[in-house]
């Protein structure tokens, strides 16, 4: 049994190589594509709205809401980011009912990739609202000793982000497949079906951290702003 789709080649030329992780998220990507394009291309601001467009609108709506709750800011900057985010691991969760496929988000590089793209988006958000001088004056409070640890937590929470992704996702995958072995199939349906609700509150989990860690990099911008205004 392999652990991670890492492991499953699916095609080797030489040096070039396409596992079942390269392989499904192409995939991914072409299916939201395409979603993406046969949902918006037909949205209207009057007359009676289509299936796709009302989900559409209430997901956006979701996403609005939650992201004004944890940032207390307007989404708007945000919701490109952390909406792609949700959607994507949302979708490659849930995506695990269909035989033969391989979440990518059971690969540690794709939740590495995930993370990694948090720890960029941080500084860039936190940057844009405070400044590139207020912004890393934050790495050197209350003293300029904090510095190497202000850095190690950076690092370390981009870590936690993409293990936790990562092992939530193995896990479930390595336990419906030893079940399948040893069980009937109506159990590990079950499992398939709570696993699925699993893939959809790990997007939340991972959209929701990616928020907080944007939003406290302007904390100290807002707080500067509202003394400001006193």
Sequence with gaps: ?????????????????????????????????????????RLSSEGTLTRWQNLLEVLISGIKGQIREVSRQEPGPYLPFVGTLFIFIAISN????????IPPT?????????????FVAVPVFGIAQRGILSYLKQYIQPTFFMLPFNLIGEISRTLALAVRLYGNMMSGTIIVAILLTITPI??????????LLTGLIQAYIFAI??????ASASKAHQELEKKGER
Excluded at 186 to 195: E, K, S, T, W
Excluded at 209 to 214: P, Q, R, S
């Design 186 to 195: 109506v159990f590990p349906v079950v499992m398939q079906a709570l696993g």
């Design 209 to 214: 951290l990616a928020m907080v860690y944007i």
């Design 94 to 101: 849930i995506l695990a009912i269909v035989p033969g496929y």
């Design 106 to 118: 059971s690969s540690l590089s794709t939740t590495a990739a995930l993370a990694i793209c948090v």
């Design 1 to 41: 049994m392999s652990i991670s789709p890492d492991q499953i080649i699916l095609f080797q030329q030489g040096w070039f190589t396409i596992n079942a992780t390269i392989a499904f998220t192409w995939l991914l990507i072409i299916i939201l594509s395409l979603g993406s394009w046969l949902i918006t291309r």
